[in-house]
C-alpha cells in the first residue's frame, strides 16, 4: 500500500512562489510515474505535471510551462512541484498522485492512470 501526503500550500500574492511536496510512504517513488493536479474552485480536476519513472521524462500543461518545475528526491521518497510566477487562475486544491506499473520512461496526463492520491493540498494567490 501506498500513502501519498501533500505539503507547503498555503496563501500567496501574485508573483510569488511556493513549493508543494508529496510524501510517499510505503513503496519507493523510483517505482512510480508520479503526477501533480489541481482542482479550481467550481471545476473538474486537471493535469499540471507528470514526471516518469525513470525520473527524466516531464510533461506540463501549456498553463505552468516555463513557471512550474516538478521534481524528485528519491533518498526522501518525495516529489515536488516548484510553482513559480504564481497567478490567480493558479488558485486550486493541488493533489499528487502515483501510477504503478509503469513504462519507465512514460509520462502520464489522464487522471484514470493513477492509482494512488494524496488528500490535496489549497494553493490560493490573490491579485
Known amino acids: 500500500q501506498v500513502q501519498l501526503v501533500e505539503s507547503g500550500g498555503g496563501l500567496v500574492q501574485a508573483g510569488g512562489s511556493l513549493r508543494l511536496a508529496c510524501a510517499s510512504s510505503?513503496?519507493?517513488?523510483?517505482?512510480?510515474?508520479m503526477g501533480w493536479f489541481r482542482q479550481p474552485p467550481g471545476k473538474e480536476r486537471e493535469i499540471v505535471a507528470a514526471?516518469?519513472?525513470?525520473?527524466?521524462?516531464?510533461y506540463y500543461t501549456d498553463s505552468v510551462k516555463g513557471r512550474f518545475t516538478i521534481s524528485r528526491d528519491t533518498a526522501k521518497n518525495t516529489v515536488y512541484l516548484q510553482m513559480n510566477s504564481l497567478k490567480p487562475e493558479d488558485t486550486a486544491v493541488y493533489y499528487c498522485?502515483?501510477?504503478?506499473?509503469?513504462?519507465?520512461?512514460?509520462?502520464?496526463?489522464?487522471?484514470?492512470?493513477?492509482?494512488?492520491w494524496g488528500q490535496g493540498t489549497q494553493v490560493t494567490v490573490s491579485s
Open positions: 498522485a502515483a501510477k504503478g506499473a509503469v513504462s519507465y520512461y512514460v509520462t502520464y496526463a489522464r487522471q484514470g492512470s493513477y492509482d494512488y
Open positions: 510505503g513503496r519507493t517513488i523510483r517505482t512510480f510515474a
Open positions: 514526471l516518469s519513472a525513470s525520473g527524466t521524462d516531464t
